[in-house]
């Protein structure tokens, strides 16, 4: 019997739709390119005592490659772990990956391991037809609740079009989608989809675009489906760019989902402060090549993680991106979150 959101624990629905912040997880190495499980659970606890509202691990930002490593139970198991210390329920996303029986597998063993939903990614399915994708949607949908997952295609991620998520949305199993195809058209599908499977009250809507975060989370999208508007809003984000300064990514998000009536013109300007710090982490000048080793780096800085070290030997910072970190941390002091890491860090390596 596959698990849906009414077996999940008291809280977990409401938080998934109130909108929260969930960080994309890292993965913590040794120089030798080890697993650090110390430096590992230290991140979750980081991302949890930071306010986020959930974890979402076996990623991309945690590589995929921990899959041929052997790496993937023993990360989700380690971030459960984390979550099992607080008192509330963080909500727990793993992602699932690949042809239908490798998603269905990575669903069956998340979900053994407590988690409440998987991050699907459609990138294996390249070529495949909508009705083959949905297909294999469904299927995973039949093991444990989905989170939808639009990836940039610049990253591997596959063109889908609107009748795609109406489709996609139409699937009882869905609870939530996370768009980041760093693109507006593409986002407005997704958004357009929902709508037209009169989902938006089922579908918790989270953003992904790490280049256009404040401002998704603040636009009402006010969309017109059979001569009737319905505004839809963007509740939260599971983004890699909030694995680091998690503290002040989560205050923002707080902040603008408290907004009523008009924006604050001091809080839609942080949108472009946001955008060019992502830039900098993203390795967008080298066409995201050194997005995680980014990452690393900001956390290495803090004391996170011993190193940048990936799992592929070739991802590593890009010439210039050490000092592009630098100068937007120094820029935007108020969107880092460097002291409350200093005053905690002794705790959650113990």
Known sequence: ?????????????????????????PLALTAGRALDPRHQKALSRYYLDAGSGGL????HT?????RERGLYETVLRIAAEAAAERADTPILVGGAIGRTEQ???EARLARSLGYHAVLLSLAAWKGASEDEIIAHCQTVAAEMPLFGFYLQ?????????????????????VVAIKMA??????????????????????????????????????????????GRPTTLRIVGG?????????????ELQKRCAAVTGAIPADLLALDAAVTEMNAAVFDVAHDFHGVIAGCHEVLRRQGLLEGTWCLDEGESLSPGQADLLTAVAERYPHLTDDDFIRDNLHRWLS
């Not at 959101?5 to 929260?20: H, I, K, M, S």
């Not at 979402?56 to 990623?59: P, R, W």
């Not at 945690?62 to 921990?66: C, E, H």
């Open 56 to 59: 979402a691990v076996g990623v």
């Open 62 to 66: 945690t590589q995929f490659a921990i």
């Open 181 to 226: 195809p760093f693109n507006r058209y593409a986002t407005l599908d997704v958004l357009r989809g929902v709508l037209e499977a009169n989902a938006q009250d089922r579908i918790a809507l989270y953003t992904g675009n790490d280049d256009h975060i404040v401002a998704d989370l603040l636009t009402p999208f006010t969309l017109v489906h059979r």
């Open 103 to 105: 998603a269905v597998a």
């Open 1 to 25: 019997m596959g698990l849906t959101r009414q077996d999940w624990p008291a809280g977990v629905a409401e938080r998934l739709a109130a909108g929260c912040a969930i960080p994309a997880h």
């Open 153 to 173: 295609p610049a990253v591997g991620g596959v063109p889908l079009p609107l009748s795609f998520w109406r489709r996609f949305a139409a699937i009882e199993n």
């Open 238 to 250: 599971l983004l890699g760019h909030w694995s680091v300064w998690n503290r002040a990514a989560v």
